[in-house]
């Protein structure tokens, strides 16, 4: 069963500044990487999927890269708006099987 | 517009079942699977099964396997997770969610419904 590892746990910014949140594999999954948003009470937005490519009507300041084992997701000039939890998903090609990370939160400082 | 809306939701027992519904709308139903996650009160997302686009092919969890069972009725846009012997560890928001791709199965989420929730309670 792969294992997904989510860091940091909490990330305290401001407004206008940049996250870097990273997520790591317990083994090689390729690209089959993506990253959501959830803000309380409300369901996961999908930002990212195939490690890389944004999901219809994401910003461009969402950003992700990686591949294999590391995967980091990037929001650059943080809004209001993007004070939200954040997690990465994995899927195993065939049979399908899908496992979350824990999660990170981004709150403002 | 995509929509996905779940019903069914409640307080049950430990050991008795409740089915939940997911209404689906605004997209070509018939090609796109469908997937249940569940989010326990305060915590992360668990994937919980998928059905593939015709319905043919069901995956599943292995904490939910041999419990539950997803199906769907593509005359009438609806998808269905029948829960069987809930326990205590089930209590979660229950939601529906589309694969991104057409007949696809191991793909990603990329429209959720708002969630019904299920408390296992005695």
């Known amino acids: 069963e792969i294992v997904l590892t989510q860091s940091p746990a909490t990330l305290s910014l401001s407004p206008g500044e940049g996250a870097t949140l990273s997520c790591r594999a317990s083994q090689n999954i390729r690209t089959y990487l993506a990253w959501y948003q959830q803000k309380p009470g409300r369901a996961p937005r999908l930002l990212i999927y195939d490690a890389s490519k944004r999901a219809t009507g994401i910003p461009a300041r969402f950003s992700g890269s990686g591949s294999g084992t590391d995967f980091t997701l990037t929001i650059s000039n943080l809004e209001s708006e993007d004070f939200a939890f954040y997690y990465c998903?994995?899927?195993?090609?065939?049979?399908?099987?899908?496992?979350f990370g824990p999660g990170t939160k981004v709150d403002i400082k | 517009q995509v929509q996905l809306v779940e019903s069914g939701g409640g307080v049950v027992h430990p050991g008795r079942s409740l089915r939940l519904s997911c209404a689906a709308s605004g997209f070509t139903f018939t090609s796109y699977p469908v997937n249940w996650v569940r989010q326990s009160p305060g915590k992360g997302l668990e994937w919980v099964a998928v059905?593939?686009?015709?319905?043919?092919?069901?995956f599943y969890a292995d904490s939910v396997k041999g419990r539950f069972t997803i199906s769907r009725d593509n005359s009438n846009h609806m998808v269905y997770l029948q829960m069987n012997s809930l326990r205590a560890e089930d209590t979660a928001v229950y939601y529906c969610a589309r694969g991104r791709t057409p007949h696809d199965s191991a793909t990603p989420f990329d429209y959720w419904g708002q969630g019904s929730l299920v408390t296992v309670s005695s």
């Open positions: 998903q994995q899927r195993d090609d065939w049979p399908p099987n899908f496992t």
């Open positions: 059905i593939s686009y015709d319905g043919s092919q069901m």
